[in-house]
């Protein structure tokens, strides 16, 4: 099993509207690092630690795991999203993404400042200058940390 940071911005899809739907297609991501994490690496069964980014303050607020991979994102088709890419076409797509469902909202939600005053996430990406990746894998001893903090 592996693990994974998701980040969304909570006033467009939060933890609360993954609890509501339970299961969603992560669409939208057009990075081709991000992208080819949802495309080779993740695995369903992997569990994600659900970020708010863009809020104040960004933090973890709960978890999710993996229940697909590798799909075809959609909104890469649709000429009225935001996310549509004309060179893009059904018989070679480009863009994938991963669908995940809903695990559970964290007692305490984990604050960037938090996780960055934390001893032991120090070599979380999170924290590194220049990482804005809005997914990123996660080691077995920081995803449980952050959980634990979380419950708390």
Known sequence: MQYWLMKSEPEE????????LNTTLWTGVRNYQARNFMKDKMKIGDQVLFYHSNATPPGVAG???????????????DKSSDYYDQKSTPDNPRWVC?????????????????IRSTQGLENLLLVKKGQRL???PVNTMDFNLIVALGQN
């Open 13 to 20: 899809f939060s933890i609360f509207d993954l609890e509501r």
């Open 63 to 77: 978890l999710a795991k993996v229940t697909g991979t590798g799909l075809v994102d959609p909104l890469q088709f």
């Open 98 to 114: 991963a669908e995940i469902s809903f695990v559970f909202r964290f007692k305490h939600f984990v604050s960037l400042p938090e």
């Open 134 to 136: 809005s997914i990123q």
